[in-house]
């Protein structure tokens, strides 16, 4: 199974409406007979990011569009980019997010899980993911293969 994280230019978690994330890292998650393994498959390029020059509104980064905005299709076609970005991916964690990405990613086979705004780091979303989605009940042990 594959995993996609919204991450900033230092890779870190990107907490604001991943449609507007620099960046998404895609982790490889292996269940073993008691173990998870979980590794870091790629780093990719939002493009989005290229197209508004890094400039989003306010409204944008914080998921709070007006409802004209949300229902314009021009807003709704920009999240399908998210789709091409991490395609391939199960789930997509994230902290912040619109009902447009919600719904494009569902569409798109991926389903969004939320992440609370306490975890910094990516390790601990990747095991509050695990945890969250039962996928861990029957292992003894959840490691980093890098």
């Known amino acids: ?6 991450t900033d230019d230092q890779h870190a978690i990107y907490h604001d ?4 994330a620099p960046k998404f890292a895609i982790y ?20 989005l990011k290229r197209l508004k020059c890094n400039s989003f ?7 709070s569009c007006d409802e004209e905005r949300a229902s314009s299709l021009r807003h709704i076609y920009e999240h399908y980019a998210l789709v091409d970005v991490i395609s391939g991916c199960s789930y997509l ?9 919600v719904r494009t990613m569902e569409r798109g086979g991926i389903i969004v899980y ?20 039962s996928l861990a009940n029957q292992v003894q042990n959840i490691h980093n293969e890098s």
């Open 28 to 47: 490889s998650i292996t269940l073993g007979t008691t173990d998870i393994f979980f590794s870091l498959k790629a780093i990719v390029e939002n493009p």
């Open 57 to 63: 509104e306010d409204d944008q980064l914080t998921c």
């Open 93 to 101: 964690l994230a902290n912040h997010y619109c009902k447009n990405v």
């Open 17 to 20: 409406n991943p449609y507007t």
């Open 114 to 133: 939320k992440i609370p705004p306490i975890i910094k780091k990516i390790d601990m979303a990747i095991k509050n993911f695990l945890i969250g989605a």
């Open 1 to 6: 199974m594959e995993i996609a994280i919204p």
